[in-house]
């Protein structure tokens, strides 16, 4: 997995710009002229166009420029004209405005356990806002990190209500992306599409194998000679969004149920900080129900 | 994966014993006693027993006897006494009678071409009798070597007067393994049922993920970021029989079906490789639809 | 990576047999047959014979016995016959005493906390009885467990007198393993000769790569395509001693010192947390500068 | 590993532009308006910037332009204007335009056996024009596929006659690359000096480590717990040049000599096809005794 360079930069200066399009001559040349006579350096750049399926055009700029927050709304002004010619759609981000991220947990609490390390030694360049869950097994950790915990018990008699609840906080909160760090209830349509490609998962399988509940019996059961784990955006249909990273590893016929289990959280909690990492820093881009992540 | 170490031995004077039965104190010593008091050095053992489960112990010993092919059929009755007091299940195999097998490949060569590489260079410890196939791709390859090809045309349509011709030329040739190398016609139960355990196919896809036709095309639609093959004796439900080896290699959004493929290639050779070696070794146990596999 | 099964039975009845011996006709018979005659049932056995070399023998038995605290001296008393008759050493370890390890770190905590977590999920088997650190990093983590912290500053002209504090603790806690988690200090071999086969140390390196002091500095001046990690026993040569795992991650052109040491990181804690897990199950031998790892 | 995407574009309309200069604003703006304006379609372009380091620029571009080769001389003169304003070394090539390569090797044949195949199935975009060999082992398999086999015996002794008669050879048949696919003798400064960054090494250890003779017998000794394989440009320093690949593969204390050397040649033939693949795409970059490689 390779990790990035720029760490000693002034981080107020540094913007991000992804933009996709119907692939033409010209775009690059148009892209690379505009930031360079608006004096943004290119720090890192990466493009994709999938001319034999349908034709789009993708790329990720990292830029550095100089009083970048002034000069922001001017740049995104003198952008448009480029992007009216092209039909582009397009986003700019800034590296000084983190994300605010919600974690949602049950009782297993390893990928959360692997995502506040993460954050603590600076590797997800998020603010974690709040942290919900339907079990009480995550307070004493993330409360001693100053992040607030919401115990709201969960089952399917009473989702509404829940989600009620749940969305409520995350406006209040103001969150930007929600991390389901193995939190075990479903989340209905309505939920979902408050937060389109917002909501990370990570699922305890490699997808599409084992869709649904238990996972790792259905892999013992099966026979598998190696478990994996799948992270992907959410959406309406269970365990069917666009996958952003997987990974696997080798188990045996000496591995039951409770052993695949521990081997697999090694990969879940792995698997899911890489999604969340390249989603923190706009690496991923989801085109139909496929992601392209420019890491 | 390892390869081990028995290489300098006399082959004619190396058995192989393995057992399967009830667990129950005791299996071990009257194993390895039988054994001792037979002569026969344990050049290697390897067990297991699935207690939490149904309590069966299984037990594979590799071991060298002089003279064993004067006194293999002593030994074998002698042994009699101690499987009927366990009531185990049992083979008796030799090293120096290797095991012949069949080759079955369509139009795509690559997995028939690293089996008969490995088998030039000494790894796969069998007489690689015949090789069938619905295509004459291979012909050339194979005859140079100085193994007989036979092309057998196949469809659907004509597919039991084909396996009645398949059949026949694996009596001919006293077949003992049939490898399905890429080989893709679907076979019938009757077919199947003449070979139980004995025929090792390659799939395209990390099963349970992409049964059937075309995985790495839906393996490109679903977006996957690994892909994989699986090996596994052939049963009459469709790639779901015992799986024996997998493995997985990364890919990302920049590949289409096309490279998917290529890639793929290359995992469904050394998956391949491996469940022939460990079946040619008698290193692979089948208990109900799992595998234990002793390397 | 393995990891096995027995977690329901007793802890109390558990225990494990190594034995290490010249290789004859009859080892194994002896020996299960002991075991089976004091109604030990083996729960998991694996031997290692390196005939070709040197023809020594090695096993591993785990077993199960009724009130086996009870039956222990009777047991280790019987089995001293066989014993002199094969010219065994041998060891008898008991699961329900736990080893009592030490920690020690400098100032990069990542293998500590790993250790930790690990440990409070129940996988490490040991009483995590003190933490030594010439930093304070870890105090904070380390005392919310509840585990000591000493804080022992030390540099190269303190070092005997550092050394000498620091074998006073190990004996006053009853230390059966150290574990050397990134502790940027060299031990002297005073030091280490008073811990023959129970310093584990994980250097920052794919051994013998990169031996000594600014492994990742280095790994990135040769432009290497992966680095690695490996975790051994310490001996008086520098990085020298039998090692016990190692691992391995791609890296390439972009990465630079700062990001090779994050990758590192995540490689360095999964070798250590292995290698100390196989060690505290008795799973390691060691045979001259080799191991033997039954897991 | 990736394999890219453009399979069916003619051919003869593809090229490449590599360059490197001195980081400064305007690059990619200068260079893709250079392209656009010659109407040559970006396919793919990487880039990467050395900015702690040295402060580099590197790019590769993938392009098509329509009538490519009656363009190519005049696309050629007009950049020479914009790298002479921004001081680039530079390098056009043209896919149709195949490197001519040379294979040299020894007794084993492995590596030789799989670039034979890759190039068979399309995947080595070359010419082999010529194999060199000091052992007749590859003669057959050579000259069945129409490519000349020159067996010329060597040995320290005859070093400068026998490398007078290789480079004569290498110009004879006007080679580009040159891979040493386990070629067992070494090179004096004066042959390589003939072919900078031009000869392609594998190297059977995971370098730096085990660097000249026996590494297998080395590994064992050690007691590694990976082997691996390096393809690396050959300088005059032994095993030290430029690395383009390496991986590994994990054994155990079970592996002897001969079956380290069995793994490690599976590690060594996809090793050094990758480097020869990404070599051949004009993908590599030497930088010092570094490289870049956009694959």
Redesign the interface.
Known sequence: ?????Q??RNKENIGRLLVKCQDK??I??AL??F???N?A???E?S???S???DGMFYIRFEYYLDDLLMKRQQLENAFSKIAEKFEMEYTFTYAIKKKRSAIFVSKEI?CL?ELL?EWQ?G?LDTDIAVVVSNHEDGRALVE?LGIPFYYIPANKDIREEVEQKQVALMREYEIDVLILARYMQILTPNFVEHFPNKIINIHHS?????IGARPYERAY??????I?ATSHYVTNDLDEG???????????????V??LK??GQ?VER?VLARAVKWHLEDRVIV?D?????FH
């Open positions: 997995m390779s990790v990035h360079t760490y000693n001559p010209g690059v040349a690379s002229t930031l360079y006579e004096e350096n290119i720090l750049s493009q994709f166009s001319e034999e399926e390893h356990q390390w030694s590797d001693s490699f997808l599409p194998a084992f059961n099966r026979g598998v000679k190696l994996g666009p996958i952003i990273e997987q990974d696997t590893e080798r188990v045996d016929h000496r591995n039951n409770p052993t521990k081997i090694q792995r085109k129900n496929r992601t392209i992540v």
